[in-house]
């Protein structure tokens, strides 16, 4: 499961000790020592951690090879041989167990985004070289080059649990929208067209007399499976809309909200509306040399899951929420007579990053709904 990866500007507000405010040893003339600093470079797989490891300012090491539990027990006795222990790995399918785990030990973990290492193309690709590349990245970041990385802010274990509720339905759509291409390519193969939500009751009766017997038949298995899907994916949503009531802007539906909430986890870690921006991903990517600039495509960069749930609010927001100053902004360009879907889909997007913003403002109590044209919705009433 990815974790939530913060921006540059983020990461610079880590506070993290250099070498230059390590306390000097206590026991310089202890045999066992190794150095004052150490650092370690991991790169993780499910049955072998490879670690490279950097002492003080000497070069990096050669890569050493453990399984999980030989690993832990190797950092529990370098702890003891030194004042300071450092390690990084990269965020991936296996969250945050080794992190919460170091940090126990009294090691100071960094888990970061997944970079290519492969900076100069050379096509060579180990996990020593991985490994060597955190080490020498870890103990740049650590002398005040925070540049060198960009560091994933780790969940707390009821952030996670929570998070993982709407990446379950964000896989089941995925999983569904995968099985309806499915039946699709089988119509077209007997020469057919499909289209729409086939496996509802009233459409799948209207097949037996669009198609053979034949194909029936290959499509009944699949929608079977589409239909326990669809009932799964109304579960989680109705656990999704089980929440404290919250005043919420017409068109942001509950679900949209959790999800949204659960992904960002805490607001609050952000200091400017350029981190929020970069997190989304929806930023224009730039190519700027003297006097030329050009601005392209969105970067991509961040959260996708978050990007693609502020991109459906908006769609939503267009409709019932009209008097939003993002929407107003573009309003004369929403309105043009010869506007095509994809210069609206560019306006979308625009507005979308906007709202990410003004979101994080209302939020955080930078800012309130009146004051950005945000319509909210009344509260239900709460019973008893």
């Not at 450092?86 to 960094?110: D, I, K, W």
């Not at 870890?138 to 274990?157: C, K």
């Not at 709202?355 to 919705?377: N, S």
């Amino acid at each position: 499961m990815g974790g939530v990866v913060r921006s540059d500007e983020v990461a610079r507000t880590d506070k993290v000790m250099t070498t230059n405010q390590i306390p000097p040893t206590s026991s310089a003339n202890d045999s066992n020592r190794l150095g004052e600093v150490i650092k370690l470079g991991i790169d993780v797989h499910i049955e072998k951690y490879v670690v490279v490891m950097k002492i003080d300012g000497s070069a990096p090491e050669r890569a050493k090879r453990f399984t999980p539990e030989q690993f832990i027990v190797w950092v529990h006795e370098l702890a003891g041989r030194c004042d300071q222990l450092y390690s990084c790995y990269e965020a991936g399918p296996f969250g945050f167990n080794l992190h919460r785990r170091l940090q126990e030990m009294g090691v100071t973990n960094h888990v970061i985004r997944p970079i290519n290492w492969d900076e100069h193309g050379k096509n060579v690709k180990t996990d020593a070289r991985d490994a060597t590349q955190m080490v020498l990245c870890l103990d740049g970041y650590l002398r005040g080059n925070h540049r060198s990385f960009s560091t994933v802010s780790v969940p707390s274990e009821t952030e996670e649990r929570r998070r993982s509720i709407p990446c379950q339905r964000q896989s089941l759509i995925k999983e569904r929208k995968r099985l309806a291409a499915k039946v699709r390519g089988h119509v077209m193969y007997y020469g057919g067209r499909l289209q729409g939500e086939w496996w509802r009751p009233k459409r799948w009766r209207s097949l037996g007399e669009e198609l053979t017997e034949h194909v029936l038949a290959l499509l009944e298995p699949l929608r079977v499976i589409v239909l326990v899907i669809e009932e799964q994916i109304a579960l989680v949503e109705q656990r999704l809309e089980e929440m404290s009531a919250v005043a919420l802007p017409k068109g942001m539906g509950t679900v949209i909200f959790e999800q949204m909430e659960r992904e960002v986890c805490d607001g609050g870690r952000f200091d400017t509306r350029k981190q929020v921006g970069s997190y989304t991903g929806l930023c224009p990517s730039e190519d700027t040399s003297d006097r030329r600039r050009f601005q392209g495509s969105i970067t991509k960069h961040g959260n996708p899951r978050l990007r693609h749930m502020l991109i459906e609010c908006v769609w939503l927001l267009i409709h019932w929420n009209p008097d939003y100053r993002g929407i107003v902004k573009w309003r004369d360009k929403l309105l043009e007579a010869k506007l095509t879907k994809a210069s609206k889909k560019k306006i979308v997007v625009a507005i979308a990053r906007q709202f990410a913003v003004d979101w994080w403002r209302i939020r955080t109590g930078k800012a309130t709904p009146d004051h950005l044209g945000l319509a909210m919705k009344e509260l239900p009433a709460m019973s008893g």
